[in-house]
């Protein structure tokens, strides 16, 4: 994939990953046929209003939450999406996993998300499909393009 550094890219300049094996060594793989990718930051922000400020509101953010969700085709026999769909089943510690954006400018986002699968068929004419929920746990982290 070439760097982009300038001007606006698409999102299929993305790479989605996830950590499909620890040992030897982490591996992160892309999950094939993957159509839509979603993630959202929401944040709190306490507010107040004080006698020395005249009466006027202040401000502070004091909270950071990750969630998403994603979409695409169950493709058999793909390191990623076969991972992605073996979590469909589990629940609690086990449905966690590391997730790993990869952006057009090298800079990448981690992070690790409650993984809850949500469509298992379709109509007959369908494609078997791949998606679910994310909801991330723990502070995510940003590594800038170098």
Known sequence: ????????????????????????????????????????????????????????????????ALSGSFSGKRTLGDAGNDYVDGLRYKIGKDAEADWEIEFPDGSKLDFTAVTALTDILGAATDVAPLSGDLTGKGKPTFTPAE
């Not at 550094?5 to 950590?19: F, L």
């Not at 892309?30 to 929401?42: F, K, Q, T, V």
Request: proline residues 2%; aromatic residues 8%.
């Open 1 to 64: 994939m070439a760097t982009i550094t300038v001007g606006q890219y698409s999102v299929s300049n993305c790479k989605v990953k996830i950590k499909t094996a620890t040992e030897p060594s982490e591996t992160y793989s892309e999950i094939a046929d993957l159509e839509e990718m979603s993630l959202s930051i929401e944040n709190n922000v306490e507010t107040w209003y004080s006698i020395n400020d005249e009466g006027w509101q202040n401000a502070l953010l004091t909270a950071k």
